[in-house]
Each structure stands twice: as structure tokens, then as C-alpha cells.
């Protein structure tokens, strides 16, 4: 049952990481400046540890049985 619940958080996370090591790949193979570059990988790749982050928080979050977080307010 509980497994039902993750499956959506997970796929959303592996697409947007995906997504995201795709632009930086293309940041790289591209010919923009190295400052640029380097700042937009260093954002992007903070970005997929964020993400990664609230993900690992929302599967504890299932696992407790606190699936709605509004019923707390």
C-alpha cells in the first residue's frame, strides 16, 4: 500500500535529475564561457542534491503514515 504512494515522488525526482543532468551535458559540450558554465553546473548539481534531499524526507514522511501534511494545521 505504502509502496503505491512512493512511486509518484521517485519517477518525478529520476525524471527531474534527468532532465536536469541533461542540460548540464549540454552546457558542457557546448561553447559558452567556463565561468558560466561552471556556475550553472554548480546550481544545477545543487539543485539535484535539493531535490534528491525532499525526496528521501517524503518517503520518511509515507513511512510514518503522515501521508497529508495539512491535517497538522
Known sequence: MKLKKMIAPIIITAIYILFNLAYIMICVLTDMPTVVTTIL???LAALNG???FVL????KEIRSGEEDDLSKY
Do not use: A, G, L
Open 41 to 43: 553546473v554548480i546550481i
Open 56 to 59: 528521501i524526507e517524503r518517503i
Open 50 to 52: 535539493v531535490i534528491i
